[in-house]
């Protein structure tokens, strides 16, 4: 046998993925476009859930005032992915909420002024206009940035070593969104990760009028027969005398949303009153700007590469940081709660389906907007319990994180220097949160102490 030529062995690099059916400018048929993009709406829902479950209790806010702030979130993520998608970056990426906002809203919710309110839903409505203040005023740094040019500026001198990080960072650094809520409630959680890699991977040969039926839409098979699977096991009896923790997390029944939800809704800006404004809070919030705004960036270029568009120039970044600070901006106004970011997992999920479509986002967008009006039909959706979207995470955070790393192949690995800015940025970037998070959850504080009531203490 001949022996194998190094260059037969080779794979050159490639500025864009191949396989793709569907790149950004190129559209499916109606029909599939619309399917497309009630998939990436009920990704998105996720999140959209998620951080209003966590933060509104805290305040105060009853089942009621969650069930509002998840409308709100999801009407003004559409309205901000249609802005980002129509005359931001243009290209395919859901905007919705963000994980980096939550550490100053909890020091905004344990500010002793809001702190001491005795009136539960008096305290709800006070904290959420200073979150609204602080959101407003924090939202100017990335308009400046963005409309000044000055993130272009600093973009041009991203290399594609400099991205490798970044990129990667930006799906590895939600690990813990991932399998440890899968096991949370892994007889739910587990079952939906297999299903959902075997559909996606070793069932997308079937075709149904030459549609990869189970690859394009294997989030929403998996999720529908998972949901069932749950549903029986809820209507079954099989938590009933599981402890309050499992039930709330497997259960089907009990985000309380559904009965909770109007039949019809329209969020609109100043609904929960008039902003707070406090300089405390919103450095706070400006620090949580900052890492939404590397965060983007990162979701920008991969989104880029996942929907085999080229490389985002400096002038069209910085563009898109400007109206993601107007999004942030329209967040302050609304009163969702947290501020706005690219939702990494509809990246992902770009690469999953091999469709980077902007017309299947924009579809998407007008699913949220819609739903968020009509509350019991939304909060049906969103009733899915969250193992179910965290074991779609591991898959489509990993994905994203993998886009990242393929940056490589456009620098010498073979250099000591690329080897180790490459491994102590990815090293660093994982173990620094790693070591503030251990040390907040063992101490209950973080590790910076200051007598001055302006600086975070998280």
Same mark, same amino acid.
Not at 153 to 179: D, E, H, K, T, Y
Not at 196 to 201: G, L, R
Not at 403 to 426: A, E, H, K, P, Y
């Given at each position: 046998?001949?022996?194998?030529?190094?260059?037969?062995?080779?794979?050159?690099?490639?500025?864009?993925?191949?396989?793709?059916?569907?790149?950004?400018?190129?559209?499916?048929?109606?029909?599939?476009?619309?399917?497309?993009?009630?998939?990436?709406?009920?990704?998105?829902?996720?999140?959209?859930?998620?951080?209003?479950?966590?933060?509104?209790?805290?305040?105060?806010?009853?089942?009621?005032?969650?069930? #509002? @702030?998840?409308?709100?979130?999801? *009407?003004?993520?559409?309205?901000? $992915?249609?802005?980002?998608? =129509?005359?931001?970056?243009? +290209?395919?990426?859901?905007?919705?909420?963000?994980?980096?906002?939550?550490?100053?809203?909890?020091?905004?919710?344990?500010?002793?002024?809001?702190?001491?309110?005795?009136?539960?839903?008096?305290?709800?409505?006070?904290?959420?206009?200073?979150?609204?203040?602080?959101?407003?005023?924090?939202?100017?740094?990335?308009?400046?940035?963005?409309?000044?040019?000055?993130?272009?500026?600093?973009?041009?001198?991203?290399?594609?070593?400099?991205?490798?990080?970044?990129?990667?960072?930006?799906?590895?650094?939600?690990?813990?969104?991932?399998?440890?809520?899968?096991?949370?409630?892994?007889?739910?959680?587990?079952?939906?990760?297999?299903?959902?890699?075997?559909?996606?991977?070793?069932?997308?040969?079937?075709?149904?009028? #030459? @549609?990869?039926?189970?690859?394009? *839409?294997?989030?929403?098979?998996? $999720?529908?027969?998972?949901? =069932?699977?749950?549903?029986? +096991?809820?209507?079954?009896?099989?938590?009933?005398?599981?402890?309050?923790?499992?039930?709330?997390?497997?259960?089907?029944?009990?985000?309380?949303?559904?009965?909770?939800?109007?039949?019809?809704?329209?969020?609109?800006?100043?609904?929960?009153?008039?902003?707070?404004?406090?300089?405390?809070?919103?450095?706070?919030?400006?620090?949580?700007?900052?890492?939404?705004?590397?965060?983007?960036?990162?979701?920008?270029?991969?989104?880029?590469?996942?929907?085999?568009?080229?490389?985002?120039?400096?002038?069209?970044?910085?563009?898109?940081?400007?109206?993601?600070?107007?999004?942030?901006?329209?967040?302050?106004?609304?009163?969702?709660?947290?501020?706005?970011?690219?939702?990494?997992?509809?990246?992902?999920?770009?690469?999953?389906?091999?469709?980077?479509?902007?017309?299947?986002?924009?579809?998407?967008?007008?699913?949220?907007?819609?739903?968020?009006?009509?509350?019991?039909?939304?909060?049906?959706?969103?009733?899915?319990?969250?193992?179910?979207?965290?074991?779609?995470?591991?898959?489509?955070?990993?994905?994203?994180?993998?886009?990242?790393?393929?940056?490589?192949?456009?620098?010498?690995?073979?250099?000591?220097?690329?080897?180790?800015?490459?491994?102590?940025?990815?090293?660093?970037?994982?173990?620094?949160?790693?070591?503030?998070?251990?040390?907040?959850?063992?101490?209950?504080?973080?590790?910076?102490?200051?007598?001055?009531?302006?600086?975070?203490?998280?």
């Amino acid at each position: 046998m001949a022996d194998i030529k190094p260059e037969e062995i080779t794979h050159p690099p490639m500025d864009q993925l191949q396989g793709f059916e569907y790149c950004i400018d190129s559209n499916p048929s109606w029909g599939e476009a619309v399917v497309l993009g009630f998939q990436h709406y009920i990704l998105a829902l996720g999140t959209a859930v998620m951080i209003p479950s966590f933060l509104v209790p805290l305040m105060g806010g009853t089942d009621g005032d969650k069930v #509002r @702030v998840v409308q709100t979130l999801l *009407f003004v993520g559409g309205i901000n $992915t249609l802005l980002q998608t =129509l005359f931001g970056t243009r +290209l395919p990426t859901v905007i919705g909420g963000s994980y980096a906002f939550i550490v100053p809203i909890i020091s905004i919710i344990q500010d002793s002024s809001l702190r001491d309110i005795p009136d539960d839903h008096e305290r709800f409505l006070q904290t959420i206009r200073a979150i609204q203040g602080a959101l407003i005023v924090a939202s100017s740094i990335q308009i400046i940035l963005g409309y000044s040019q000055l993130w272009g500026i600093c973009s041009r001198f991203f290399s594609p070593l400099g991205m490798v990080p970044v990129v990667a960072a930006v799906g590895f650094g939600l690990f813990n969104r991932g399998f440890p809520v899968v096991g949370k409630c892994v007889e739910i959680g587990v079952p939906m990760l297999i299903l959902f890699v075997a559909f996606s991977q070793y069932l997308k040969h079937i075709h149904t009028r #030459r @549609v990869p039926l189970l690859e394009r *839409f294997a989030l929403l098979a998996a $999720t529908a027969i998972i949901w =069932l699977y749950a549903h029986l +096991l809820t209507v079954g009896g099989a938590y009933k005398h599981s402890p309050p923790l499992t039930q709330s997390h497997c259960r089907t029944d009990r985000a309380n949303l559904i009965s909770a939800a109007p039949w019809i809704k329209i969020p609109y800006p100043l609904q929960w009153g008039a902003p707070t404004f406090d300089a405390g809070h919103s450095f706070g919030m400006m620090a949580a700007v900052l890492v939404s705004l590397i965060e983007s960036t990162g979701a920008y270029k991969a989104a880029a590469r996942l929907a085999s568009a080229t490389p985002p120039p400096a002038h069209v970044l910085s563009r898109g940081i400007g109206w993601q600070g107007i999004g942030i901006l329209l967040d302050g106004l609304f009163g969702t709660c947290t501020g706005s970011t690219v939702s990494v997992e509809n990246v992902g999920l770009l690469g999953a389906t091999r469709v980077g479509s902007r017309r299947v986002v924009q579809i998407s967008a007008g699913f949220m907007i819609f739903f968020s009006m009509l509350g019991k039909f939304g909060a049906l959706f969103a009733s899915i319990p969250f193992p179910i979207f965290a074991a779609v995470y591991c898959v489509l955070f990993g994905l994203v994180a993998a886009v990242g790393l393929s940056f490589l192949q456009f620098t010498n690995m073979n250099s000591m220097r690329n080897l180790f800015i490459t491994g102590v940025s990815l090293f660093l970037g994982l173990s620094i949160p790693e070591y503030f998070f251990s040390y907040t959850q063992s101490a209950r504080h973080g590790p910076a102490h200051t007598d001055a009531g302006w600086v975070c203490y998280y």
